[in-house]
């Protein structure tokens, strides 16, 4: 794959992805890109799936949608608000912790930089560069584990850690590509392109992508 193919490839994932649901994140982004309820859906994801997300975040924003009145419930309620969400305790903590650090370190606002939203408990760079773009709207790349396969399956990049992805995607990819790429890898990777035998006799893809690291597909 050559860096200006990159045009090419994620203009055929947007019509791919065009038929599924916007995942839980990108809708509270279109609703008004309110940065703490971004931020708390996005802990409330990791390991979860969307429909479990959406429905634990709306009973949680229901009780609770600032920092301030987070900061100041029992985690124990905040335990059942978002129960069966995966480590839903663990979560429950870093909610409630990281709503504690924005109103004492920030003033209740909450971080718009990457640096200063790491410092929150909980809060990794995937969470961090979705805050950043999604609630922000202001320039960042977020990799997790399917922008970081797929753009090592299509050849894009040669990386090992969503990290180091991270990196080379912010020195090769087009400006104009890096809030909507996690958007659009993050439910072709779940459905099309995924981690083991993916659906490559169904991708548009098929005859152009180098399959890196691919021994079986569909």
Not at 52 to 64: D, V
């Amino acid at each position: 794959m050559k860096e200006d193919d990159i045009h090419v490839f994620l203009r055929v994932v947007k019509k791919a992805v065009n038929q599924w649901p916007v995942p839980l994140v990108g809708q509270l982004a279109e609703q008004g890109s309110d940065p703490f309820k971004i931020l708390v859906a996005c802990i409330l994801s990791l390991r979860t799936r969307d429909q479990t997300t959406a429905e634990a975040s709306k009973r949680l924003f229901a009780l609770s949608a600032d920092p301030y009145s987070m900061s100041k419930m029992d985690s124990k309620k905040i335990e059942k608000a978002i129960f069966p969400v995966g480590f839903f305790r663990t979560k429950a903590k870093q909610i409630q912790g990281m709503s504690q650090k924005i109103c004492e370190d920030f003033n209740g606002k909450i971080p718009d930089t990457i640096e200063d939203l790491l410092c929150l408990p909980g809060v990794g760079r995937k969470t961090a560069n979705l805050v950043v773009t999604l609630g922000h709207k202001k320039p960042g790349i977020c990799v997790d584990t399917h922008v970081h396969r797929i753009c090592n399956r299509w050849g894009y990049v040669v990386t090992e850690t969503p990290d180091k992805t991270e990196q080379v995607l912010r020195e090769i990819l087009p400006q104009k590509f890096w809030i909507p790429i996690n958007q659009l890898l993050v439910p072709f990777g779940q459905s099309i392109c995924t981690p083991i035998s993916p659906r490559c006799s169904s991708c548009e893809l098929n005859r152009f992508c180098a399959k890196v690291a691919v021994p079986s597909s569909r």
